[in-house]
Structure formats: C-alpha cells, structure tokens
C-alpha cells in the first residue's frame, strides 16, 4: 500500500508539473466549470421554482442568498486557506504536512457552521430583516432561510472538501459530489414545492437533502483514500501556525464571501425603495451573471492548483503561462456568452416573472451587467493568482476591492441621482474599476518572478 501510495503521489507530481499548461488547466477547470454550472443551475432552478409561488416567495430566494455568501464565506476561507498551503506542500513534497491542512481546515470549517448554525436560529427574524427581507417577504425568507441553517454544517465542510480535491488536481472527484447534490436538489425542487405542497419550504428541504448527500460523496474520496492528503481527527494539528496559515491565506475568500453577503444586503435594502418587484428583479440578474461568471472563468478554477503546484516546485514559467492562458481563455469564453445573454435579456427574466416592471427592471439592468462582465476576468486571475501561491495580502486588497469595498459605495450614492438605475449599473461599475487596479498589480508580479530552478 505504501508503494502504491508513493507511485501515485510522483506520477500526480509529474502529471502537474509536465503536461502542457493550457492542456492541464482545462482538465482541472472542466470539470469544475461543470460543477460550478450544476451548482449555479440550482440556485436558479430554487428561484424559478419559488417564483412560481408568489412574486414575495421569489423575493425571499434574493434574502436567503445573503445567508448562504455567509457559508461560503467560511467554507472558502477553510477550504481555499488549506487547499493553496496543501498544493504546495505537494508541489514540494511534504505529504504529512499536507495532511495537517487538510484535517485542521475541514474541521474547523464544520465547526464554523455549528456556531452559524445556532446563532442563524437564534436570531432567524433579525437576521432576516437585516438581509433586506420587507414585511410581505419575511415569513417565506423564514421558512426558507431555516432549512438553509440547518445544513450549515455540511455546506461549510463540503467547500473545503471540495477544494482539497481541486487544488491536488482530482477536479473529476470534486465534481461527482457537487454535479450529484446540484442535480438532486433540482429534481427535488418540484417535488417537495408542488407535489408534497411544502412551497417554500419544500426549496429548502431540497437543498438541504441534497447538499447532506452531495457532503458524504465528497467525504468519501478521503475515506477511500482517493487523495493524497487525509482527513482525520489525529491529523489536526496543534500548531496553530498551520491554522494562522490556513486562515491568512484563504482570509481573501473570507473577505470576498463576506463582503458578498454586505452587498447582497446592501442591494436589498436600496432595492427595497422600488419595492418587491426591484428586490426580485436584482435577484434574478444577480442569479443570471452567476451562471455567466462560472462558465466563462470556471476554468480558472483548474489554473489555481496549477499555479500553487509549480510555485511550489519552483517552475515559475509555468505559473507565468497559466496566468495568460486564464486571462484569455476566460475573456474570449465570457464575451461570447454575456453577447447571447444581452440579445435575449427580456427573454431570460421572463423565465422567472412575467410582470412588467420586473422585466423592465431586470432586462436593463442584465444588459449593462453583460457588457461589464468583460472586466471581471482581469480582477478574479489576479485574486486567484495570488492566493494560490500564498501571497496573502494582495489578494485580499483584489478580493475586496472586486466584492464590495467599490460597490458597497456606489450601490448607496447612484441612486440619489439615478433611482433604480443607480443600483443597475453600482457592480457593472464596480467590475471596471476594480479590473483597472488589478491589472498593474498582476502584470508588476510576474515580471519579477525568477528563472525556473
């Protein structure tokens, strides 16, 4: 076993550090695409669904949404922390240590989401209300945003387990477990909402049930010994640099997430102005740009593990080409999926609600969000860049200028002079001038990266 064990720990290795960049990124970054894709279809397939109970039910998916950044705020800072220390303790050899990473972020992950877990049920109404929820949609956010917190737990876990797989390169393992849970919720979605006439609260048993099942998958591969690292208790380690690595360093994905989760409420309560329709609307668009933003760069998904892997072995050209690569790669893919999505705008709003203003609001707003979404690319590789080879600081300057330290702003004084326009263009906006500063910084780095050794 041990033999077998360190055979496929050097062909990994050289699997990572040999395959030609462009080759590799899109093994490790399709399958996350799809997974990403899966994930972002269910989120819609819970709007779309819940629409269809009442224009207030739709709006409470846009308020809950703010609950579940605050998950993924956690579980990505575990899971991205560990996984960019674990690629390259690989990348360098050091397995054990590897193992430490991996063991002190998934359970310091689960434990994040018992504590939200409890203090979200504690605190149910105040913190729906402080999500943006207005008197009419506030029973359906509450009856929705329970289930949501009672998989807390598992949803914090699964990110880290899934990023552990990503950043060894076994994207394919990772994306078994997310596809499955995406799949089952979306076909639990109806049935639980119409058939068993749950309604809202139907959309969250589904997620919850499938978010468990798509946990135990993920788990599975670290208890198949599928990877290299493990994941177990007697691994936690009781150094707590390993655990100030794992939290400054995915300390950007924190900063991302949670501002995400401010903005979502920012966006709330200024659409909460224009009513229901507006809150709904913005929803939609935010839902819709989502999917837009993981099929064109779910692809840098497969440059992170690729970049932190030959930072760590010292090939340095490599890392220089993977960042080009994404750059491209996710801009050409991104521009021609926001063209299909300007032309039929109304159309794709309409799925979700067929009352005037929310198409009205919502296909303007689509459309200024696609021609910005151009800039997107430069500010995420730069983020991803950078935290996946541990420097820390930048990346958290990017992650937040890119989440909401520029939007937060713009999102409360545009619509003093616009209205609701003002919220439409406050993160379009936000995505130029953040890609103006992380271009410099990104292109000043690899200009400085040494030789290869």
Same mark, same amino acid.
């Given at each position: ?72 705020? =956690? ?30 972020? =998934?359970? #310091? ?24 929820? @207005? ?20 949803? @914090? ?44 609260? #139907? ?11 798509? =946990? ?5 591969? =670290? ?16 150094? *707590? ?12 994905? $924190? ?102 203003? *929310? ?20 500010? *995420? *590789? ?19 200028? /890119?989440? #909401? $330290? ?20 406050? /993160? ?26």
């Amino acid at each position: 076993m041990k033999l077998k064990q360190i055979t496929s720990a050097e062909n990994q290795y050289k699997k990572m550090t040999e395959t030609p960049v462009a080759r590799l990124i899109l093994s490790l970054g399709i399958p996350t695409t799809i997974s990403m894709l899966i994930t972002n279809i269910y989120n819609m397939a819970d709007s779309y669904f819940v629409s269809h109970i009442s224009l207030s039910a739709g709006g409470a998916t846009s308020i809950v949404f703010g609950i579940m950044s605050i998950l993924q705020a =956690f579980g990505f800072m575990f899971g991205h922390g560990a996984g960019s220390n674990i690629s390259r303790m690989l990348g360098s050899k050091h397995i054990e240590k590897a193992s430490r990473y991996a063991s002190t972020g =998934f359970f #310091g992950a689960l434990f994040c989401g018992f504590m939200i877990l409890a203090g979200g049920l504690i605190f149910l109404e105040p913190l729906m209300r402080l999500l943006g929820s @207005t008197d009419t949609i506030l029973p359906y956010a509450k009856d929705y945003g329970m289930w949501i917190l009672l998989a807390a737990p598992v949803m @914090t876990a699964s990110c880290v387990l899934n990023n552990i797989l990503r950043y060894e390169g076994k994207a394919a393992l990772a994306m078994m477990g997310l596809t499955t849970g995406g799949i089952l919720n979306i076909l639990l979605d109806p049935l639980f909402i119409f058939t068993f006439d749950m309604g809202i609260s #139907g959309a969250g048993v589904a997620t919850a049930v499938s978010q468990f099942i798509s =946990f135990m998958i993920l788990l599975s591969m =670290f208890l198949l010994n599928k990877t290299q690292s493990k994941v177990s208790i007697r691994f936690i380690s009781k150094d *707590v640099r390993i655990l100030g690595n794992i939290i400054i360093t995915g300390l950007p994905s $924190l900063a991302r997430q949670g501002l995400n989760s401010v903005s979502t409420m920012v966006l709330n309560a200024q659409a909460k102005l224009f009513g229901d329709a507006a809150i709904a609307a913005m929803g939609y668009v935010g839902r819709t740009s989502s999917l837009i933003f993981c099929v064109g760069l779910g692809i840098g998904q497969g440059f992170q593990p690729v970049s932190g892997f030959n930072y760590g072995a010292k090939k340095y050209s490599r890392v220089k080409k993977g960042t080009l690569f994404t750059l491209v790669f996710g801009a050409a893919f991104i521009g021609i999926i926001s063209a299909f999505c300007f032309a039929f705008a109304p159309q794709i709003i309409a799925m979700f609600r067929k009352e005037t203003l *929310v198409i009205e609001i919502g296909s303007e707003a689509l459309r200024i969000m696609c021609v910005f979404l151009l800039f997107l690319p430069i500010s *995420v *590789v730069a983020t991803m860049l950078f935290q996946s080879i541990g420097k820390s600081l930048p990346a958290l300057i990017l992650s937040c200028l /890119q989440s #909401g $330290l520029v939007f937060i702003p713009l999102c409360v004084i545009l619509p003093h002079f616009w209205g609701s326009r003002g919220i439409e263009l406050a /993160q379009p906006l936000a995505y130029f001038i953040s890609a103006v500063i992380s271009l410099p910084m990104m292109f000043a780095f690899l200009r400085q990266l040494p030789h290869d050794e």
